[in-house]
T-cell receptor, first 111, second 113 residues
């Protein structure tokens, strides 16, 4: 079945460490996105990519980095520069018309 | 002013009643509007999309769009306990970046038996 796989589901890190969240899709979608969700809040866009080897900053890109070397993969690195990294991270892809398909999310806790 | 605003709730609805959710947006050139449902601890899933003024019905769900008033709503008829979730309103402005959605904070709906 086609879908988006995020791993791991839960991730714990010490403050000051970089961490990379994985996102893989087999929907053959060109566009991929990373959102962050904090408790009681909506989704905020971190980075998006509409084509391989190209990506754009979203509304809250500071402290994050991405790469898009393959159509299927869009990993997100949370760097030590991100001041409040603890959150629920959602990867999504889109085949057009504005509809997003989400992965199951990664819950990151930094202490 | 937030770009997409929703009442946070919780909206308590008796089973079998109609749940009415509202969403306002700030940018007049917004083109596409979506409602996503998110169960606690899960990722959002699309339930409705609407692109032109008026009503759009899909099963027990009806989306209503009024671009002049910058207002989009979602009605859930015959509410069921399984409808208890947070409903996120999302708005897309530019056709050339379909997935660059602005999300509201969501309205929590609680359907009581």
């Amino acid at each position: 079945d086609g879908g988006i796989t995020q791993s791991p589901k839960y991730l714990f890190r010490k403050e000051g460490q970089n961490v990379t969240l994985s996102c893989e899709q087999n929907l053959n979608h060109d566009a991929m996105y990373w959102y962050r969700q904090d408790p009681g809040q909506g989704l905020r866009l971190i980075y998006y990519s509409q084509i391989v080897n190209d990506f754009q900053k979203g509304d809250i890109a500071e402290g994050y980095s991405v790469s898009r070397e393959k159509k299927e993969s869009f990993p997100l690195t949370v760097t030590s520069a991100q001041k409040n990294p603890t959150a629920f991270y959602l990867c999504a892809s889109s085949g057009g018309l504005g509809t997003l398909h989400f992965g199951n999310g990664t819950r990151l806790t930094v202490t | 002013q937030k770009e997409v605003e929703q009442n946070s709730g919780p909206l308590s609805v008796p089973e079998g009643a109609i749940a009415s959710l509202n969403c306002t947006y700030s940018d007049r050139v917004s083109q596409s509007f979506f409602w996503y449902r998110q169960y606690s601890g899960k990722s959002p899933e699309l339930i409705m999309s609407i692109y032109s003024n008026g009503d759009k019905e899909d099963g027990r769900f009806t989306a209503q769009l009024n671009k002049a008033s910058q207002y989009v709503s979602l009605l859930i008829r015959d509410s069921q306990p399984s409808d208890s979730a947070t409903y996120l309103c999302a708005v897309n402005i530019r056709r050339d970046s379909w997935g660059k959605l602005q999300f509201g904070a969501g309205t929590q709906v609680v359907v009581t038996p």
